[in-house]
């Protein structure tokens, strides 16, 4: 009897054990699965940013399906706001289409009557070909053609500024000697420089070729020595042009002592129109676009411009240019270089 006893004991026991192992698995299953399902939805969503129709979410337990319904809720709205998003950032790009195109119009259209205005005051200028002219209606000729001549750069600064950001600016790249090109730069402005009783100095004296857009070059060069020019002391200014051979590319720069520049300027010294005299009285005249196009010609040849500079001491400005032509998986290399 006893051991008939204990054996039911034991069966009994075993088919208790089991059902309740059975049923905390399918309690446990009823659990694990929704959460699991609601998981994968959640992954689903952040990848896509869709609210995706799929199957209903399915459990006795009320603090999952309520869970379910809260994220449905948060999908909805997240989606409407990523459309609404969308929408807004289209507009934008529309309207600011619409500005470049308005701008470079605009810039088109002026720079066709300065063609006539410059040719007549250039002939007013010449004693022989209109006439001799008294002090005062040279003097004021002359001012005329000055601010002809602003115009006209302003004009250009503007068109070559839309190209840049159209991504339709063209660059003619060759063989390109840097001696010979440092050497054409020091010869263009060397009248210049003596006119404003400015030193202007090479530093280097080596044999490197590059394969770039030579008159691009330049016209990074003329900017930045233009905007040297304008700050160095007179006549006590020292402006220094030269470059480094950096193995797969080259680095140049323009030095001068003039008056420098805080932190806080050199951080937007490189924005579209920025300039760092913005009184009402300010001596200096400029677009505010030159070293902005000189950023984007730098960087449109696989190069990289930043500034150095001390206040009251002075100013260097760095460009670097790859020797070769690179593509744009290479480039994102070699910028790595560069800031290293």
Same mark, same amino acid.
């Given at each position: 009897?006893?051991?008939?006893?204990?054996?039911?004991?034991?069966?009994?026991?075993?088919?208790?054990?089991?059902?309740?192992?059975?049923?905390?698995?399918?309690?446990?299953?009823?659990?694990?699965?929704?959460?699991?399902?609601?998981?994968?939805?959640?992954?689903?969503?952040?990848?896509?940013?869709?609210?995706?129709?799929?199957?209903?979410?399915?459990? @006795?337990?009320?603090? !999952?399906?309520?869970?379910?319904?809260?994220?449905?809720?948060?999908?909805?709205?997240?989606?409407?706001?990523?459309?609404?998003?969308?929408?807004?950032?289209?507009?934008?790009?529309?309207?600011?289409?619409?500005?470049?195109?308005?701008?470079?119009?605009?810039?088109?259209?002026?720079?066709?009557?300065?063609?006539?205005?410059?040719?007549?005051?250039?002939?007013?200028?010449?004693?022989?070909?209109?006439?001799?002219?008294?002090?005062?209606?040279?003097?004021?000729? @002359?001012?005329?053609?000055?601010?002809?001549?602003?115009?006209?750069?302003?004009?250009?600064?503007?068109?070559?500024?839309?190209?840049?950001?159209?991504?339709?600016?063209?660059?003619?790249?060759?063989?390109?000697?840097?001696?010979?090109?440092?050497?054409?730069?020091?010869?263009?402005?060397?009248?210049?420089?003596?006119?404003?009783?400015?030193?202007?100095?090479?530093?280097?004296?080596?044999? !490197?070729?590059?394969?770039?857009?030579?008159?691009?070059? #330049?016209?990074?060069?003329?900017?930045?020595?233009?905007?040297?020019?304008?700050?160095?002391?007179?006549?006590?200014?020292?402006?220094?042009?030269?470059?480094?051979?950096?193995?797969?590319?080259?680095?140049?720069?323009?030095?001068?002592?003039?008056?420098?520049?805080?932190?806080?300027?050199?951080?937007?010294?490189?924005?579209?129109?920025?300039?760092?005299?913005?009184?009402? #009285?300010?001596?200096?005249?400029?677009?505010?676009?030159?070293?902005?196009?000189?950023?984007?010609?730098?960087?449109?040849?696989?190069?990289?411009?930043?500034?150095?500079?001390?206040?009251?001491?002075?100013?260097?400005?760095?460009?670097?240019?790859?020797?070769?032509?690179?593509?744009?998986?290479?480039? @994102?290399?070699?910028? @790595?270089? !560069?800031?290293?």
């Amino acid at each position: 009897m006893e051991e008939t006893t204990g054996l039911i004991m034991l069966i009994f026991s075993i088919f208790v054990a089991t059902g309740t192992l059975l049923a905390t698995v399918n309690i446990s299953r009823n659990i694990t699965q929704p959460i699991e399902k609601l998981t994968q939805d959640m992954k689903q969503f952040s990848a896509t940013n869709k609210a995706s129709k799929r199957t209903p979410l399915k459990t @006795n337990v009320s603090e !999952i399906f309520q869970l379910n319904e809260d994220f449905k809720i948060m999908e909805q709205r997240v989606e409407k706001t990523i459309e609404l998003t969308n929408d807004y950032v289209e507009k934008l790009k529309e309207m600011d289409r619409k500005k470049i195109e308005f701008s470079s119009m605009v810039s088109h259209e002026l720079k066709t009557p300065l063609v006539p205005i410059l040719g007549y005051v250039q002939m007013l200028q010449k004693k022989n070909f209109l006439g001799e002219l008294n002090e005062k209606q040279s003097d004021a000729v @002359n001012e005329i053609h000055a601010a002809t001549i602003r115009l006209q750069r302003l004009v250009g600064d503007i068109l070559t500024t839309q190209k840049l950001d159209l991504g339709k600016l063209d660059f003619n790249k060759e063989e390109t000697n840097v001696l010979e090109l440092l050497n054409s730069v020091i010869k263009e402005f060397q009248p210049i420089a003596e006119e404003k009783k400015v030193i202007l100095e090479m530093n280097f004296n080596e044999d !490197i070729c590059i394969f770039t857009d030579k008159d691009r070059i #330049s016209q990074v060069f003329s900017n930045l020595i233009k905007n040297s020019i304008d700050f160095v002391p007179k006549s006590r200014g020292i402006i220094t042009i030269g470059a480094k051979d950096c193995g797969d590319f080259v680095e140049f720069l323009v030095r001068d002592n003039g008056s420098g520049m805080s932190i806080e300027n050199q951080k937007d010294i490189f924005k579209k129109f920025y300039q760092i005299d913005t009184s009402t #009285s300010r001596k200096r005249s400029g677009s505010g676009l030159g070293l902005a196009i000189c950023k984007g010609i730098v960087e449109g040849l696989g190069g990289k411009i930043w500034v150095e500079s001390k206040v009251n001491e002075q100013t260097t400005f760095y460009f670097t240019i790859p020797k070769k032509p690179i593509d744009s998986s290479a480039k @994102n290399e070699l910028n @790595n270089k !560069i800031s290293n």
